[in-house]
């Protein structure tokens, strides 16, 4: 609705067309009106309307006066018939619609000539986005290599990342008129903006764009022989495939990376196949190595060595403490997310606070975990960076379905299901509400998401997404179209990477009420530990003081008959009647 006002100004006839059409459509009814009030008037002020329709800002009334003979007396006849209208020095059309109805019906020559005559009178200090914009449309392909790389380079400094990579995008059937080394810099710049402004968001309009560009980065380098910008390009590659395809595939990758610098002592060259190396086994919980690389990264790393990727690999090191020793970790992210936005790399701003949101969310502190998804996610709001808003919006959906707030939590997981390519997380707590209220779509759900999950077998999703399956069958009594073989050695990989993990506790919990398993597993989160050797009374006040109402609900229903009441209200109050 806020589009469809700004693009007709509020006039009610206007309103009501654009409603019955497709985004993006001038309504036939609408464009025959305004060229209808168009056609009679004479050639000078229908040749200023064509030129301006070309500009979707307002224009200088200086320049205006220039794209037609007597354009002084067409501007008044135009403003008359409500097509334009000036404001101090500048006009513009009366509405959106009206400039987008004009300039629909220019033929390609009128368009194109518009376009040209534009770029001859603005000047080279406005908005290179501008004149970006009017060299593509003109065809004019010395303005496009002249003003195109400007504007994308203007957008990534302003951090408008997904514009910058739409300025990039459009110079891609240009880039064989650049010298090969002036078209490795702006591959490798693409390849930076693809890699911030597309990683995590829409499943289908730039789903696989980032590792395109990231693939055509490695070609390039690979066929002019400078292993260190390919050895770049692997990585940024590496992280890309795991967006779209698998972390297996991501971690060969990320070998190749490091083996196409070929045999010799760790330099600044190895440090964007070291951090990767890092990165992805830290979000499986993967300790040994991503200590390992991030050492090693540490030691090659020099007083020159790029910001971001030092911050990165701190982070890393920072959140895989945190992550097996909580609160550990938490300052030093909280410094580094400090240090990345003075130094404006607000992407690893938001991973610090991430990550540190994951961290006390599977250690039961979810008022921490909250207050670091809602620093993450306004700053992902405030820089564009739509990916790492969603992926911060997923665990604030599974805190408030651990909150209690089940509706909240439902809200969310659609919410994110619709913009996000990795959302496994919200379809397991989404599949566990569904279960635990007794709807009939819960089957499906709990399916969908091990689905999902078993396809990449990544442990952070597989154990959800078993503790969610083995939940659904101890309370439907339904056996589940996964082998529970498959469900235990699934909580093997867990208590193998995160024992203390809520997430492997609840694998644990669930399987055990199957009669799974004989006894707690060691190293599992205290108050599973309490409700699987017998103590659920004192499980259930440790629940009660997480804050964790469904579980110690749970426990509670082991207890004594005032206990049992008691596990009933909350049920109750839930709403989880399937219990």
């Known amino acids: 609705l806020e589009t469809v006002m700004r693009l007709t100004d509020g006039n009610p006839l206007f309103v009501t067309e654009l409603l019955g059409v497709a985004p993006g459509q001038v309504p036939s009814s609408i464009r025959d009106l305004i060229l209808g009030k168009a056609a009679d008037l004479d050639s000078e002020a229908r040749d200023l309307l064509k030129g301006l329709s070309v500009v979707p800002e307002p224009v200088a009334v200086a320049v205006a006066e220039q794209l037609a003979p007597r354009a002084e007396e067409g501007l008044e006849r135009c403003t008359r018939r409500g097509l334009l209208e000036v404001r101090g020095h500048r006009v513009k059309f009366r509405h959106e619609l009206i400039r987008r109805a004009v300039e629909e019906g220019l033929a390609t020559a009128e368009r194109e000539s518009a376009n040209s005559r534009m770029l001859e009178l603005l000047r080279d200090d406005t908005d290179p986005a501008r004149l970006a914009h009017h060299a593509i449309q003109a065809g004019d392909v010395e303005a496009i290599l002249r003003f195109v790389p400007r504007a994308a380079a203007s957008a990534a400094a302003v951090g408008s990342h997904r514009e910058a990579v739409r300025h990039y995008a459009a110079l891609e059937p240009y880039l064989g008129r650049f010298e090969p080394d002036a078209r490795g810099e702006i591959l490798d710049a693409w390849g930076t903006e693809a890699a911030v402004g597309l990683r995590r968001t829409r499943r289908g309009q730039h789903r696989g764009e980032d590792l395109r560009v990231q693939q055509m980065r490695v070609a390039h380098h690979h066929e002019l022989a400078n292993s260190a910008a390919e050895s770049a390009a692997l990585a940024d590659a590496a992280y890309a495939l795991y967006e779209v395809s698998s972390l297996a595939e991501a971690k060969a990758c990320a070998a190749r ?170 379809l397991a707590f989404l599949g566990a509400i569904e279960a635990r209220q007794g709807r009939p779509a819960a089957r499906n759900t709990v399916h969908e998401g091990w689905r999902h999950a078993w396809r990449g077998a990544e442990p952070q999703y597989t154990v959800p997404a078993a503790a969610v399956l083995a939940e659904y069958a101890w309370i439907t009594g339904e056996e589940v179209d996964v082998a529970i073989g498959d469900l235990v050695a699934v909580l093997e990989k867990g208590l193998e990477l995160f024992p203390s993990y809520e997430r492997t506790g609840s694998l644990a919990l669930w399987l055990w009420k199957l009669g799974e398993l004989e006894a707690a597993p060691a190293g599992i989160a205290e108050p599973y530990r309490l409700m699987i050797e017998g103590e659920p009374l004192a499980a259930a006040r440790m629940w009660e003081s997480y804050r964790f109402p469904y579980e110690q609900a749970i426990a509670l229903s082991s207890g004594d008959p005032a206990a049992q009441l008691e596990s009933l209200e909350i049920l109750e109050t839930l709403g989880a009647t399937a219990v």
């Open 257 to 426: 990376a490091l083996e196409v610098l070929g045999p010799g002592p760790d330099g600044s060259d190895h440090l964007p196949a070291f951090e990767v190396l890092a990165v992805l086994p830290m979000m499986v919980g993967d300790a040994e190595a991503t200590l390992h690389w991030a050492d090693r990264a540490m030691g090659a790393a020099g007083p020159d060595t790029d910001d971001a990727l030092l911050i990165s690999i701190l982070i890393s090191r920072a959140s895989i403490i945190d992550a097996h020793h909580y609160p550990q970790g938490q300052a030093e992210n909280c410094a580094l997310a400090e240090r990345a936005a003075d130094a404006g790399i607000w992407h690893q701003a938001c991973r610090a606070f991430y990550n540190n949101a994951e961290s006390a969310a599977q250690a039961f502190d979810l008022k921490a975990a909250m207050d670091f998804l809602e620093r993450s996610i306004a700053a992902a709001q405030r820089e564009d960076l739509p990916g790492w808003e969603a992926r911060a919006m997923v665990v604030a959906g599974m805190v408030h379905f651990h909150a209690g707030d089940w509706d909240r939590a439902e809200d969310v997981a659609h919410e994110v299901m619709a913009v996000s390519p990795i959302y496994e997380p919200a």
